[in-house]
């Protein structure tokens, strides 16, 4: 996706709030691209993944 592309989509408003909860460290750690995988993308890079393991619940189990 091409940052036009972006710009033009509307991110899910849960994913957004979730996105401005993380601290503030975790944040500024994020590239560009991993935050828009963050809001936009089904499938996130292993760099975002790492960066997020602390904060993520596997729904799959239980």
């Known amino acids: 996706m091409n940052q036009d592309e972006s710009q033009k ?3 899910d408003p849960e994913k ?3 996105l401005r909860d993380l601290p503030l460290e ?4 994020l590239t560009k691209e991993e935050a828009d995988a963050f809001l936009y993308d089904e499938v996130w890079p292993d ?3 790492e960066k997020l393991k602390d ?3 596997d729904k799959g189990k239980g």
């Not at 975790?26 to 750690?29: A, E, G, L, P, R």
């Open 9 to 11: 989509r509307k991110p």
């Open 16 to 18: 957004m709030q979730a």
């Open 26 to 29: 975790v944040k500024q750690s």
């Open 47 to 49: 760099s975002l993944l």
């Open 55 to 57: 904060y993520l619940v």
